[in-house]
């Protein structure tokens, strides 16, 4: 039977298509004006000074190791219940992923938890702001060792609405089809650190010397097109996620099942995520009737692609076999969302 509301969407319209074809009309393939376009852009939103748009998501997390000169013995401090782009990066890398737990009640590790694996050969830690819920990036800059900051799930929120985000050494984003926005594929490094801006750059670019060997990470122009339409629509995008989230928040009270904070319209809400308080084979059989797709927005966690025992990361162990994620993106129709919702509150 054919799914009839899929778990994730990109929100793609006629000015992303005409877009692209213009850069096609103009010959503009590769990375050219239209990325730096895009660059600015990000540059404005973020508020920091240098951004380079990336090939992938691993990409970019890549090049903010190389920046960082981490290499074999060196350690980086990622949470288990993580996306796997720096875990793959850091293997190029040939370093060390030390990973941490996520803390009791929370989707990311706490700063405490991280100060107790830092050890001399720790190079750096990566946090993220999963789903949509930012973290206090202030803590996190008072660990006295690079932080790279990942704002994949809140992209597109005003620095000026929560002054303790944008604050770690190197920002990394993802813009593959399921985030914020999209480019395809795709990602972007930012700093506001001269150095590790000219390192990026050189590595990203593709011209090998001596010192920098070039890895030629650069987003096309084509990509660029898509991704400055998405950006210009960004905040109608939060917008329609807050008013989605806020509709699932009152169909949830009705149930016994979690979601781990409240709604709060400071909230990006890239993900829905909640604690289904069932067993999964129940689960899966009542939305799968519903014609609705959930998924596991974290799956495996960190620790089993490591192969290392989940009794030692138990919440993120529980969290990548029991969290889900309801369907929430900007083309939802109201009826798909009423649908959704009558859905969640059914399920008891």
């Not at 000219?198 to 010192?211: E, H, L």
Request: glycine letters at 6%; a neutral charge; aromatic letters at 10%.
């Amino acid at each position: 039977m054919k799914m009839g509301i899929v778990g994730s969407k990109p929100t793609i319209t006629r000015k992303e298509l005409e877009g692209v074809l213009d850069c096609m009309i103009q010959d503009e393939l590769t990375t050219g004006t239209t990325v730096k376009k895009l660059e600015a852009h990000c540059a404005q939103m973020t508020g920091m000074k240098f951004c380079l748009a990336t090939s992938s998501h691993t990409a970019a997390y890549h090049l903010a190791f190389k920046a960082l000169d981490i290499a074999s013995g060196d350690e980086v401090i990622i949470p288990s219940y993580f996306n796997s782009a720096p875990l793959s990066a850091l293997q190029l890398c040939g370093a060390k992923p030390v990973l941490v737990d996520i803390d009791d009640g929370a989707f990311s590790p706490s700063v405490e938890q991280i100060s107790e694996l830092v050890s001399e050969r720790t190079r750096a830690v990566v946090v993220g702001h999963l789903f949509g819920f930012p973290l206090d990036m202030e803590l996190f800059s008072r660990l006295n060792i690079p932080v790279i900051e990942d704002i994949s799930h809140i992209f597109g929120k005003d620095r000026g609405e929560d002054v303790n985000i944008f604050k770690g050494s190197i920002l990394v984003s993802s813009f593959s089809p399921e985030m914020m926005i999209t480019t395809g594929n795709g990602g972007m490094v930012f700093t506001a650190n001269s150095r590790y801006y000219s390192q990026i750059r050189d590595y990203r670019n593709g011209a090998p010397s001596a010192a920098i060997p070039g890895f030629d990470y650069t987003m096309t122009d084509l990509q660029g097109a898509m991704g400055i339409s998405q950006v210009l629509k960004i905040k109608n995008f939060i917008k329609r996620r807050k008013d989605i989230a806020k509709i699932y928040y009152d169909a949830l009270q009705k149930t016994p099942h979690q979601s781990i904070y409240s709604f709060n319209d400071d909230f990006t809400y890239q993900s829905f995520p909640i604690l289904f308080d069932s067993i999964p084979e129940k689960i899966e059989k009542f939305w799968k009737k519903q014609n609705i797709q959930i998924f596991k927005p974290v799956q495996p966690a960190l620790h089993d692609y490591c192969e290392l025992r989940g009794l030692d990361y138990p919440r993120s162990d529980r969290f990548s076999k029991k969290l889900f994620s309801l369907p929430i993106y900007p083309t939802l129709t109201r009826k798909e969302i009423e649908k959704v919702a009558r859905a969640l509150s059914m399920f008891v």
